[in-house]
């Protein structure tokens, strides 16, 4: 039966779309062939960068700024030989080392090399593409980034950091906190010493700063480090508290200033369960005295209790344990008595042909 003109318009459509859709799915990748399926069986490897891009600033000396990653599939080992190149090129243009130029692969591991970067005071600010070529035998792939030269670094400039141990703490517990005051700039460009004037603000108001330092020296130092504490009270108000330490450098033409900012918590102590009673005995194995009427008692039922209680014995006082034993051992003699009377009965009552077995 033939289809009408319509159906047989939508019916080619749909085909060539699942048959687009099923080649796309086959087409090669552009990336290396890594966590193949079972199909693949290629010699391949993968290179990628930690971050897309970097920044060096005019003056650094070599820092380690960029990370190459590599990984082997399943079937590839040997030696990469990476190589980087910049563009655009420029004769006072930042220099770049790898820390390891050859990646030792084995089937299926990670490897990675650092890339060592440094710019001098005339290196021209701004972008620069970096790219990273590995080559393992015949096969190639590359991977880059982005590095940026940004104007130096003041010799003069700093970071501030506050570290309080612990964050948090109860109403009239205190909190150490450690100020710690460091250069931004490279140690070969320190030319002077450096004084921060420092300020500590504490909103909301609650908390009592004690120990704190108006001013650090630096000196020739990359950095220095002082603790002070902060206090709370009985009448401190629950909720956060937040800490803003400002320094400042006046020793320059335009004061220069940081902050740090932290958050610390006064929480309510939990409330605390009362102590045991040392003045309550040690508890005895109570007898049930009302037994349910429903479930009556059998000479099974009844060894069971007394084996508990036999049980329950070791963990007792001497005078408890020779009680209880009193006890157990008189229900004991009892259930045999009343189960030999019980099995005396039933032989009257029954016929006189049976027979036991």
């Known amino acids: 039966m033939a289809l009408r003109p319509h159906l047989q318009s939508l019916s080619?459509?749909?085909?060539?779309?699942?048959?687009?859709?099923?080649?796309?799915?086959?087409?090669?990748?552009?990336?290396?062939?890594?966590?193949?399926?079972?199909?693949?069986?290629?010699?391949?490897?993968?290179l990628s960068m930690e971050a897309p891009d970097a920044v060096v600033n005019q003056g650094n000396p070599p820092l380690a700024l960029?990370?190459?990653?590599?990984?082997?599939?399943?079937?590839?080992?040997?030696?990469?030989?990476?190589?980087?190149?910049?563009?655009?090129?420029?004769?006072?243009?930042?220099?770049?080392?790898?820390?390891?130029?050859?990646?030792?692969?084995?089937?299926?591991?990670?490897?990675?090399?650092?890339?060592?970067?440094?710019?001098?005071?005339?290196?021209?600010?701004?972008?620069?593409?970096?790219?990273?070529?590995?080559?393992?035998?015949?096969?190639?792939?590359?991977?880059?980034?982005?590095?940026?030269?940004?104007?130096?670094?003041?010799p003069d400039d700093f970071t501030v950091a506050l570290y309080p141990i612990p964050t948090q703490f109860q109403l009239g517990g205190h909190s150490d906190v450690t100020i710690q005051v460091f250069r931004n700039g490279p140690p070969h460009m320190v030319p002077i010493d450096l004084t921060v004037e420092l300020n500590l603000t504490i909103t909301p108001s609650g908390l009592v700063a004690t120990g704190f330092p108006g001013s650090v020296y630096i000196g020739t130092y990359d950095g220095i480090g002082t603790t002070f504490s902060v206090q709370s009270s009985s009448t401190t108000a629950p909720g956060g508290y937040t800490l803003n330490a400002t320094g400042t450098n006046y020793q320059r033409s335009q004061s220069l200033s940081h902050s740090a900012i932290v958050t610390i918590n006064v929480a309510i102590p939990s409330p605390q369960k009362p102590p045991p009673n040392p003045s309550s005995g040690p508890s005895t194995p109570q007898l049930d005295s009302h037994p349910k009427a429903s479930t009556p008692s059998t000479g099974l039922s009844t060894l069971k209790r007394a084996f508990s209680i036999l049980a329950a014995m070791t963990n007792k006082p001497i005078f408890w344990t020779f009680a209880t034993g009193v006890v157990a051992y008189t229900i004991l003699s009892l259930t045999t008595v009343a189960m030999v009377i019980r099995r005396n009965r039933r032989k009257q009552s029954r016929p006189s042909n049976w027979k036991d077995l």
Do not use: W
């Open 12 to 46: 080619l459509t749909l085909g060539v779309l699942i048959l687009a859709l099923v080649s796309m799915s086959t087409f090669p990748m552009v990336r290396a062939c890594i966590n193949p399926p079972d199909s693949c069986t290629t010699s391949d490897f993968e």
């Open 66 to 154: 960029a990370i190459i990653y590599g990984f082997s599939n399943a079937y590839f080992s040997g030696n990469v030989n990476l190589n980087l190149t910049i563009s655009p090129k420029n004769l006072n243009g930042p220099v770049l080392i790898l820390e390891d130029p050859v990646l030792s692969f084995i089937p299926s591991v990670f490897r990675g090399s650092g890339v060592d970067i440094s710019a001098g005071l005339n290196t021209p600010q701004g972008n620069y593409n970096v790219t990273v070529t590995g080559t393992g035998g015949n096969v190639t792939h590359t991977t880059g980034f982005v590095l940026t030269v940004a104007p130096p670094i003041p």
